[in-house]
């Protein structure tokens, strides 16, 4: 028996699975380069200071500023409920730590 080459265009089956595999030491560089690439930029990004929210009004420790002081309701009936957000920010250079809960007073009018 004889052995014949099994011909795919001008190349041999060995051909063309030789020439198939030649691209997957390729590939494995390129992912690599993008993973270390990636893990590079996350650092990058990770070392950058924070864009500040707020201008410093306060050197040399920090400072709680509230964009609202009083917030007036009116007249709410009884049993309606009502909600407000503020903003609050730390306008100091000094990072602002909380060692307890806030407080915040509720009046009631009359």
Same mark, same amino acid.
């Given at each position: 028996? +004889?052995?014949?080459? =099994?011909?795919?265009? @001008?190349?041999?089956?060995?051909? *063309?699975?030789?020439?198939?595999? &030649?691209?997957?030491?390729?590939? =494995?560089?390129?992912?690599? =380069?993008?993973?270390?690439?990636?893990?590079? %930029? /996350?650092?990058?990004?990770?070392?950058?200071?924070?864009?500040? *929210?707020?201008?410093?009004?306060? +050197?040399?420790?920090? &400072?709680? @500023?509230? $964009?609202?002081? %009083?917030? $007036? %309701?009116?007249?709410?009936?009884? !049993? @309606?409920?009502? &909600?407000? &957000? %503020?903003?609050?920010?730390?306008? !100091?250079?000094?990072?602002?730590?909380?060692? /307890?809960?806030?407080?915040?007073?509720?009046?009631? !009018?009359?």
């Amino acid at each position: 028996m +004889s052995r014949k080459k =099994i011909k795919y265009g @001008k190349r041999t089956r060995r051909q *063309a699975a030789r020439r198939g595999q &030649s691209y997957l030491p390729l590939l =494995i560089t390129l992912g690599g =380069i993008l993973l270390v690439g990636a893990a590079l %930029f /996350a650092l990058w990004k990770t070392q950058q200071p924070a864009k500040e *929210a707020a201008p410093l009004e306060v +050197s040399g420790q920090p &400072s709680l @500023k509230v $964009d609202r002081d %009083f917030v $007036d %309701f009116g007249d709410v009936p009884l !049993g @309606k409920v009502i &909600s407000v &957000s %503020f903003n609050v920010a730390n306008v !100091g250079d000094e990072t602002l730590n909380f060692n /307890a809960k806030p407080y915040v007073e509720v009046v009631e !009018g009359c």
